[in-house]
């Protein structure tokens, strides 16, 4: 089992910038990809980003609409996932979840990750 604690959400206007972190415990060992989703009110949960963990990875995925705004980062010693929000606009409001899995698939679902975390809300103001 693997645990993961997110951390970092808050309120922020738009135009400002949040960290957000995942910690992850566990048997870390059979994680290879891990990724943000988010989930605003009555919409689906959308893939925002993910990223190989260990050596060897390829390069992060975003998607289109936080490409140039936010970056995705992993500290393999911390066991730790990074999101870096900037330039955040009202949309990016939601509440955000961290979430591994064993390989990173093209494009970023939900249905691709086995762990989840309980999330950390987002919200920015206009």
């Known amino acids: 089992q693997v645990q993961l604690v997110e951390s970092g959400g808050g309120s922020v206007q738009a135009g400002g910038s949040l960290r957000l972190s995942c910690a992850a415990s566990g048997y870390t060992a059979s994680i290879y990809c891990m990724a943000w989703f988010r989930q605003a009110p009555g919409k689906e949960r959308e893939g925002v980003a993910d990223?190989?963990?260990?050596?060897?990875?390829?390069?992060?995925y975003y998607v289109d609409s936080v490409k140039g705004r936010f970056t995705i980062s992993h500290d393999n010693a911390k066991n730790t996932l990074y999101l870096q929000m900037n330039s955040l606009k009202p949309e990016d409001t939601a509440m955000y979840y961290c979430?591994?899995?064993?390989?990173?698939?093209?494009?970023?679902?939900?249905?691709?990750?086995?762990?989840w975390g309980q999330g950390t809300r987002v919200t920015v103001s206009s």
């Open positions: 979430a591994a899995g064993s390989f990173c698939y093209a494009g970023v679902f939900p249905q691709n990750y086995n762990y």
């Open positions: 990223i190989t963990t260990g050596t060897g990875g390829g390069s992060p």
